[in-house]
């Protein structure tokens, strides 16, 4: 198994340009997220899902947008990049969320700048 | 405002020495979980914890929740060069009743050979 895979690794954009990180695992788990990490302030949920066609907001949802078309892929995309949204991104999964209790596994992160 | 607040934010000490990590909050989770990332990649749980008091042991590793399930401490052992990352605690708290988890401040621990 690849696990949880994402790409690009590093990407640099410019003000006001669009682009789709992308994240897909092979473990055929249910629950999807996508988090931003910044210094000092740990992992931000930004969407998350609970199965294919079900997404939802996570705690810094504005600028970005997702869709779960199957259960293994789970696009993130940004609108229209601002400076404020250079970070780490990371996607997790885990088989379910029925107890809150599952592992999440991550990807290894996409490190974005945007100037 | 952080949902979850550890302290300290950053460690530095000698190998073989002790150190307790916390993770505080001033509301009641359902569960909690440590993890571990290293430079470069994605964090890795260590372990999980779900009733008040409760104390798991996982080598030189000792994670307590606390009794009213605001709050939970990580505890090394004799450190080692390989203790060295980001601990950071994860939360299901009772008032969200959808599915998102939240994650501490984050305690990043040097240990110095």
């Known amino acids: 198994n690849a696990g949880v895979t994402q790409t690009p690794k590093f990407q640099v954009l410019k003000t006001g340009q669009s682009m789709t990180l992308q994240c897909a695992q092979d473990?055929?788990?249910?629950?999807m997220s996508w988090y931003r990490q910044d210094p000092g302030m740990g992992l931000r949920l930004i969407h998350y899902s609970v199965g294919a066609g079900i997404t939802d907001q996570g705690e810094v949802p504005n600028g970005y947008n997702v869709s779960r078309s199957t259960t293994e892929d789970f696009p993130l995309r940004l609108l229209s990049a601002a400076p404020s949204q250079t970070s780490v991104y990371f996607c997790?999964?885990?088989?379910?969320?029925?107890?809150?209790?599952?592992?999440?596994?991550f990807g290894p992160g996409t490190r974005l700048t945007v100037l | 405002t952080q949902l979850l607040e550890q302290s300290p934010q950053f460690l530095s000490i000698q190998e073989g020495e002790n150190l307790t990590v916390y993770c505080n909050s001033s509301?009641?989770?359902?569960?909690l979980q440590w993890y571990r990332q290293e430079p470069g990649e994605g964090p890795v749980l260590l372990v999980t914890v779900v009733t008040g008091g409760e104390v798991k042991k996982l080598k030189r590793l000792t994670f307590q929740f606390g009794d009213a399930r605001k709050d939970s401490s990580l505890h090394i052992t004799a450190a080692q060069p390989g203790d060295t990352g980001l601990y950071l605690c994860?939360?299901?708290?009772?008032?969200?009743?959808?599915?998102?988890?939240?994650f501490g401040t984050g305690t990043s621990l040097t240990v110095i050979p």
């Open positions: 473990m055929n788990h249910e629950y």
């Open positions: 997790a999964s885990s088989y379910t969320w029925a107890s809150g209790t599952d592992e999440q596994f």
């Open positions: 994860a939360g299901l708290p009772f008032w969200d009743t959808g599915n998102q988890f939240y």
């Open positions: 509301s009641v989770f359902s569960s």
